[in-house]
């Protein structure tokens, strides 16, 4: 089936430069569009471009995901770029499983750079898998996108992936459905005996503190926060069987081997995680 053409608005109502994006049809009164998006009760992902970008919004407070045009492949995104920090504990995937589509940065990256990895995508709203051309998501057999709630579908196997990639958002935070022993029960029985799952906490540290001791409990405490420099993005990489404490060495050694594979600088990855190191002991302490 065709994509539905997006209905186009100036982005001056918003006071935006540029263009508004929507899943509309054409006969759509465009100001009540705008109060709506304007108001935050639109209820869709919506798309603002400029020439320059490409955003993915749920609503104006925050930008879910953008894409450059002169390099639709790049993680623009500091926390995307954290996230592949996983290739310093699995460096050769085959089995890749990410909750939540988004623009598909990190599908798009990981389908480029890891060729021999399956990647599958796990996304709730229709909404978002149905604009997953304008973000140049390829169609490849390789890249599988599911439409479902990653609660139910996470239960469906058990050690099936190298690593699980937990980015599930909607328009006020962390999925809440994720906020359950469950889930992150489920999660870590998804991973084969060397696999890590990285997931991304955002915004202040009450919005996702209980998620964190959810999963430290699943994993019985292997888990790293990392930091991510200029924002309020923290990634915890969890650790199925192996792999934790980390081998400071061993990440050191194994960053200047995938520097030179990937558009990615691991040495400054390994530093992230090196200044995480604290910020999990103060977590620990406020315990």
Known sequence: ??????????????????RVRVLESPQCDARWLMARILSGRYG??????????????FNLRAV?????????????FAYTRKMMAFLLFVPDP???????????????????HL???????????PDVIALRHEFCIPDDPRLRIVQADAVDFLPQAEADTDVLLLDGFDGDGIAPAFLDPAFYQAARRRLRPE????????????????????????FAGRVHLGCVAGGENRIAFAFADSGYP????????????LSGRLPLDFSVLVERLRDGAELRRALAGGC
């Not at 001056?12 to 540029?18: F, I, P």
Request: negative net charge.
């Open 94 to 112: 085959a089995d890749v499983l990410m909750v939540g589509l988004g623009g598909g940065s990190l599908a798009k990256f990981c389908h480029r």
């Open 246 to 257: 980390l081998d400071w060495a061993g990440l050191h050694a194994q960053a200047s081997g």
């Open 64 to 76: 879910q995901s953008a894409m450059r045009f002169d390099d639709p492949f790049a993680l623009d």
């Open 115 to 125: 060729p021999r990895a399956r990647l599958t995508v796990v996304e709730v709203n």
């Open 44 to 57: 869709k992902p919506f798309i603002i471009e400029d020439g320059r970008t490409r955003r993915l919004y």
């Open 195 to 218: 696999g890590v799952l990285a997931a991304n906490f955002a915004g202040p540290e009450s919005a996702w503190l209980s998620h964190y001791s959810l999963l430290s409990e699943a």
């Open 1 to 18: 089936m065709p994509d539905m053409p997006l209905l186009e608005l100036s982005g001056k109502l918003l006071g935006e430069r540029g």
